[in-house]
């Protein structure tokens, strides 16, 4: 699946759907380049579940947990991790394997030890926006995408790409 986001607004109000579409747990990848908005639109699933305040990029701590009403969300940035064994360390299978929603960006730092997600999200630079690629990885990943795209209205691109703005 792919979607155009025209502005930072549509990312959030794409994260939020997102958030909404996985119904309390799930394993998301956010992958992207420095500045693509991963962050971004991990503020959109946290306001599904009714954050409201600021969200920071964990990139010295690593993980920063979400308690939010009787929802768990895990938001992890592995930029600065050099062996995924470091991941063990700080506690990263006990968050795995909660039953919550775990929002992992640079996936590629924990490869060997991170399990496979349940979507994977490649995020773009693309003219003022994003060009957003979701691909599921299991049942539950093609569930997910199929309530976002039951519930989201898209308008078509002039390339026939779905637009969110």
């Not at 969300?73 to 506690?91: C, K, N, Q």
């Not at 994977?120 to 926006?129: E, K, W």
Request: include cysteine.
């Amino acid at each position: 699946m792919q979607v155009q986001l025209d502005n930072e607004e549509a990312q959030v109000a794409f994260g939020e759907a997102l958030g909404r579409a996985l119904q309390g747990r799930g394993r998301i990848y956010l992958e992207g380049d420095l500045g693509a908005g991963k962050t971004t639109l991990t503020r959109g699933i946290l306001r599904a579940y009714g954050h409201l305040g600021a969200v920071k990029s964990p990139t010295y701590t690593l993980v920063e947990p979400y308690e939010l009403d009787e929802q768990r969300i895990y938001h992890l940035d592995l930029y600065r991790v050099a062996d995924p064994e470091e991941l063990e360390f700080i506690g990263g299978r006990d968050v795995l394997s909660d039953e919550a929603i775990c929002i992992i960006e640079w996936p590629s730092r924990g490869e060997g030890w991170l399990p496979a997600p349940d979507i994977r999200l490649s995020l773009a630079v693309a003219d003022l926006g994003r060009q957003v690629t979701l691909t599921p990885y299991n049942e539950h990943g093609e569930r997910v995408l199929n309530r976002l795209q039951s519930t989201m209205l898209f308008k078509q691109s002039e390339d026939g790409t779905p637009s969110w703005s």
